[in-house]
């Protein structure tokens, strides 16, 4: 909504797969994050467009996209899997960087599951805080810093078999 600020809990944090994710081809592994940015004076609706392979796991587990609403009263992260999703405690976490987190998860959770996280700059709400995933594909938009006041520091996801078919291909 308008009066909503970028880092107030009802602020929807949206992260979305494309209509070409999953399949072989031009565009196929592009993802978007989408929310009320806390980068802009004054603060207004922006996206973040992303590559690599978060964004196909994400739909390969059955997904198109997740939208993230409210503040956690304690740190955590998201696990999604084929069967569902979990908010997990993300305490261990808290206070690293977004590629020592991430690593930290796929060593918990298995190499094959890819992760969304912010870093430091995120946790303390910097505006002009990025999203990494995967293998540094970056988000801007301050998205890092509406992860970090929702208390969300990744989102971790395991990688399904729901590929997409085309009806024409």
């Not at 899997?81 to 987190?101: F, N, S, T, Y």
């Not at 946790?123 to 988000?139: F, I, K, P, T």
């Amino acid at each position: 909504p308008p009066h909503v600020g970028a880092l107030d809990p009802e602020n929807r944090l949206t992260f979305l797969t494309g209509p070409l994710v999953g399949f072989a081809g031009f565009a196929s592994s592009r993802w978007q994050v989408c929310g009320k940015s806390p980068a802009t004076v004054p603060e207004h609706f922006c996206y973040s467009n992303l590559g690599g392979t978060w964004g196909v796991t994400l739909k390969f587990a059955g997904y198109d996209g997740i939208i993230v609403q409210g503040r956690s009263e304690r740190p955590v992260y998201l696990f999604v899997q084929q069967d569902g999703a979990q908010l997990r405690d993300a305490g261990h976490l808290w206070g690293k960087g977004a590629i020592e987190a991430r690593e930290m998860l796929r060593s918990e959770l298995g190499g094959s599951v890819s992760v969304v996280a912010c870093g430091q700059a995120g946790e303390n709400m910097a505006v002009m805080a990025s999203l990494l995933a995967d293998r540094d594909a970056s988000g801007s938009s301050g998205f890092g810093a509406v992860m970090g006041a929702k208390n969300l520091k990744d989102i971790a996801v395991a990688k399904g078999n729901d590929r997409p078919a085309a009806e024409h291909p």
